[in-house]
């Protein structure tokens, strides 16, 4: 044993090493102090003729310790590592005997040798991290397989089935056999010339300068607003322009440029924030989850349809009701033209639809969901309709059924109150379109049981969702932060700026389209009948809904009619400005006294992002989520915030909290009245301003 993460054993004149860092082989301080010790160990045993190194865990590596990325005494740093390995006069062969990812796989890559198993796959995900390869992976990988390749892993980040990367491994074989191949293939290397992969010789040529060039496009059509997918590019092309050593230094200065960017930061916080979302503490680690093995929903509309079909995707049986045989019949066949479609597109076969389509059974009894485990409630947005339902489920459900709404405002405490069961009530709000969004707010009531909400949260891994808990509150997470956002852009068009404009302000910072754009995809009646539900909200000051009531009074509720905000012409989902909103807004200005002005896209910005933030620390204040990075995945995962700013909440903490509260205080000094209701600055946000407390750290 070199090190407690390191093990050593020999197998005749083999040193076989084995990495064993917990859970995923992270290459750390440790772990590479480890290799450096094991390998040189077997370099100076005279006994010892080759090398293997593999893991004795299911996964081969995932690559650098990303938890390391935030500094200190780093050393030995990794390429130290694999310059060792390169230089060994001893032939190395890697046993990658499961994933191999970034450094991992670059761990492998410097190896002489590499063998694997069948269903094996590897990659070079940095490009997700906000970095590239910084360990020669830009470098040997494009030495290894073609450069087509080479780029479509390095750029996309994807892992790669090894079967199609078989130029890399000498051997793919079974998983019992793979070390014995291992051996075999290290002893056969001994004494004859070791091969390094950085001695192969790669050139530019104009064929591949066409590759270049059409993934520079692609990619930055693709990628649009990621830094470091273009780096990734330069620094490949590196490999194929400079001699290795030189490509290597290439390769150095760009994983440098890339990792001092604040979207190296945003994600690589998002990716510890997505694994944090699924940790709930206040829930006891040997808590059982209850068996789901058959789901039934309410309502066969436009989310109980979306939500169904997860299910059957997963193998899971549905029973649909609906109280009409016609309105069952049209949502069955909703689903049926959905899955056709994909068929179409070549995603499922005919088998698979059909196969699909036998899970889901339709009924108008309620008497048929008494074997349900799981019951989703998907019907109209009103607290009566949803109450009927309940009574009815609670009369016929088994024991132990989980009951659930998709309501995406109302109270779920009043819904579970009117069931005897309220303990097994509980919030599973879908994102529409429900097979496609992959966010799913899970809304803890105030007496949801512990096993209701870690059945929930295990469900909705199964059904490849992410799932997020949140408190009970109008709007949960999401939706409560969306309107404050909404709020401000109706606002400012009022105030002189245009629709148009304000949607490409939000589009450049990384949305996939702006407040407008989005309101009239979604209908602008939704949020027209929700104010109407809750008047009381508005009735402060209703100036910033006047010119979208104004539109869904006059029959413009969007894109499903051909006009919202925008205009659109048959059958084309592209938005056309419409003189007429800019009108309808100057009138209304008018009336209620509100000065036109030239707005800078600067404050546009601010005061469409700030609020919306202010509005999450509010959230956090009222503990309705648990911690700031989940409203993070909630938005990412949610709204399309974009990945590279890592979430609102942190991208607050890019900005400064200090900054965002001072520019909340001074909306709310400039705005008149308006301001000073709607630009409150959250007393959270402003106490861990003041005492610079990271918001990571920051616990209710
Ligand atoms: N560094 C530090 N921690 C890591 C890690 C890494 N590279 N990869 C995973 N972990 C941690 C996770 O945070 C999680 O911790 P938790 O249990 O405390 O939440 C734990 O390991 C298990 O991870 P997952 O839940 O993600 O496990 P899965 O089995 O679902 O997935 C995986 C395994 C596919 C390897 C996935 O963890 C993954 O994609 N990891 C990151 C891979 C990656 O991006 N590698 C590149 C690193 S950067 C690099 O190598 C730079 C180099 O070029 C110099
Ligand atoms: P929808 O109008 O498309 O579908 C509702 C369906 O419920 C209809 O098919 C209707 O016939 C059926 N229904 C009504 N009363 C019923 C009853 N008593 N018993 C059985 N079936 C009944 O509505 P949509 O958009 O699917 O919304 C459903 C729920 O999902 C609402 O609570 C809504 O707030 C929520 N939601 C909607 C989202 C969206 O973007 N549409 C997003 C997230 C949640």
Same mark, same amino acid.
């Given at each position: 044993?070199?090190? #407690? ?12 090493? #084995? ?51 935030? =500094? ?58 906000? @970095?590239?390869?910084?360990? =020669? ?19 996309? %980040? ?31 290397? @001994? ?55 030189? =490509?290597?230094?290439?390769? =150095? ?51 109980g349809g979306g939500i169904a079909m997860n299910f059957a995707n997963a193998g899971i049986p549905v029973r649909m009701l609906e109280l009409e045989q016609a309105a069952l019949d049209k949502g069955l066949a909703v689903i049926r033209k959905n899955y056709e479609n994909s068929a179409k597109k070549g995603k499922l076969t005919q088998e698979q639809v059909e196969q699909r389509m036998s899970l889901l059974q339709g009924t108008t009894e309620y008497s048929d969901l008494s074997e349900a485990d799981l019951v989703i409630e998907a019907v109209f947005e009103k607290m009566s309709v949803k109450k009927q339902v309940f009574e009815a489920l609670d009369k016929v459900c088994k024991d ?13 405490? $009043? ?11 509980? +919030? ?16 803890? +009531? ?18 490849? /969702?992410?799932?997020?808990?949140? %408190? ?7 939706? *409560? ?5 909404? *709020? ?6 009022? $105030? +002189? ?6 949607? /490409? ?63 659109? $012409? ?16 100057? *009138? *209304?200005?008018? $009336?209620? %006294? ?34 700031? #990075?989940d409203i993070d995945v909630i938005y990412v995962y949610g709204y399309g915030f974009p990945v590279h700013r890592g979430g609102p909440m942190q991208y607050a903490e890019e900005i400064g909290l200090q900054e965002i509260a001072d520019k909340m205080q001074h909306y709310h000094d400039s705005l008149g009245e308006y301001g000073k209701h709607w630009f409150k600055p959250s007393d959270l946000l402003v106490e861990l301003a003041q005492s610079k407390q990271a918001l990571a750290t920051y616990k209710k």
């Amino acid at each position: 044993m070199v090190d #407690s993460v390191v093990s050593q054993k020999t197998v005749s004149n083999v040193s076989v090493v #084995s990495m064993a860092n917990a859970p995923v082989n992270a290459l750390s301080k440790a772990l590479r102090v480890g290799l450096i010790d094991a390998v040189n160990k077997a370099i100076s045993d005279t006994e010892i003729e080759a090398i293997v190194i593999t893991s004795d865990l299911p996964l081969f590596s995932a690559g650098a310790d990303i938890s390391e990325f935030s =500094g200190g005494d780093l050393s030995p740093m990794l390429p130290e590592v694999l310059a060792l390995i390169e230089n060994s006069p001893k032939p190395i062969v890697a046993a990658v005997n499961g994933g191999a990812f970034g450094g991992g796989l670059e761990l492998a890559l410097a190896c002489h040798y590499r063998v694997t198993t069948e269903k094996n796959k590897v990659g070079l995900p940095e490009v997700h991290l906000g @970095i590239l390869p910084g360990a =020669g992976g830009t470098q040997r990988l494009p030495r290894l397989v073609p450069a087509a390749t080479a780029l479509q892993m390095i750029v996309s %980040g994807a892992p790669t089935p090894v079967k199609v990367l078989n130029d890399m491994f000498i051997k793919i074989t079974t998983p019992e056999s793979l070390l014995d191949a291992a051996v075999d293939v290290a002893q056969q290397a @001994i004494g004859e010339v070791i091969p390094a992969t950085s001695k192969i010789e790669i050139a530019m040529t104009e064929q591949l300068a066409t590759v270049f060039a059409q993934t520079e496009a692609h990619t930055a059509a693709k990628a649009r607003g990621f830094f470091a997918p273009a780096k990734c590019i330069d620094a490949v092309k590196a490999a194929f322009e400079l001699p290795f050593n030189e =490509g290597l230094k290439r390769e =150095g200065e760009l994983f440098m440029q890339c990792m001092n960017t604040p979207q190296a930061r945003a994600q690589q916080h998002f990716f510890f924030a997505e694994r944090a979302a699924a940790s709930i503490p206040s829930i006891a680690k040997d808590t059982k989850a209850r068996d789901i093995q058959q789901v039934a929903i309410i309502g066969a509309g436009t989310m109980g349809g979306g939500i169904a079909m997860n299910f059957a995707n997963a193998g899971i049986p549905v029973r649909m009701l609906e109280l009409e045989q016609a309105a069952l019949d049209k949502g069955l066949a909703v689903i049926r033209k959905n899955y056709e479609n994909s068929a179409k597109k070549g995603k499922l076969t005919q088998e698979q639809v059909e196969q699909r389509m036998s899970l889901l059974q339709g009924t108008t009894e309620y008497s048929d969901l008494s074997e349900a485990d799981l019951v989703i409630e998907a019907v109209f947005e009103k607290m009566s309709v949803k109450k009927q339902v309940f009574e009815a489920l609670d009369k016929v459900c088994k024991d132990g059924a989980i009951l659930a709404t998709n309501t995406s405002t109302l109270d779920v405490d $009043e819904i579970a109150a009117c069931t005897s069961r309220p303990q097994d009530v509980i +919030g599973l709000h879908f994102f529409s379109p429900a097979n496609v969004m992959k966010l799913l707010e899970i809304v803890r +009531g105030e007496k949801t049981a512990d096993d209701v909400i870690k059945t929930s949260m295990k469900l909705a891994k199964t059904i490849r /969702k992410v799932g997020v808990l949140v %408190g009970v509150c109008f709007g949960f997470v999401g939706n *409560r932060m969306i309107e404050v956002y909404g *709020r401000e852009s109706g606002r400012l068009v009022l $105030e +002189g700026a245009t629709p148009e404009r304000i949607d /490409k302000i939000i589009y450049d910072f990384g949305l996939p389209m702006g407040p407008f754009t989005m309101g009239d995809m979604a209908g602008l009646d939704i949020g027209y009948f929700v104010r109407q539900s809750r008047k009381a909200f508005i009735e402060h000051d209703p100036s910033y809904c006047t010119v979208a009531d104004e539109l869904v009074e006059a029959g413009r509720v969007g894109l499903k009619v051909g006009k919202g905000v925008y205009l659109y $012409e048959q059958g084309s989902r592209t938005p056309i400005p419409d003189p007429s909103v800019i009108e309808i807004a100057q *009138r *209304r200005a008018k $009336e209620l %006294g509100i000065e036109q002005r030239q707005i800078s896209d600067q404050e546009i910005l601010e005061r469409c992002i700030y609020p919306l933030i202010n509005e999450g620390f509010e959230i956090l204040k009222e503990g309705i989520a648990q911690r700031a #990075s989940d409203i993070d995945v909630i938005y990412v995962y949610g709204y399309g915030f974009p990945v590279h700013r890592g979430g609102p909440m942190q991208y607050a903490e890019e900005i400064g909290l200090q900054e965002i509260a001072d520019k909340m205080q001074h909306y709310h000094d400039s705005l008149g009245e308006y301001g000073k209701h709607w630009f409150k600055p959250s007393d959270l946000l402003v106490e861990l301003a003041q005492s610079k407390q990271a918001l990571a750290t920051y616990k209710k």
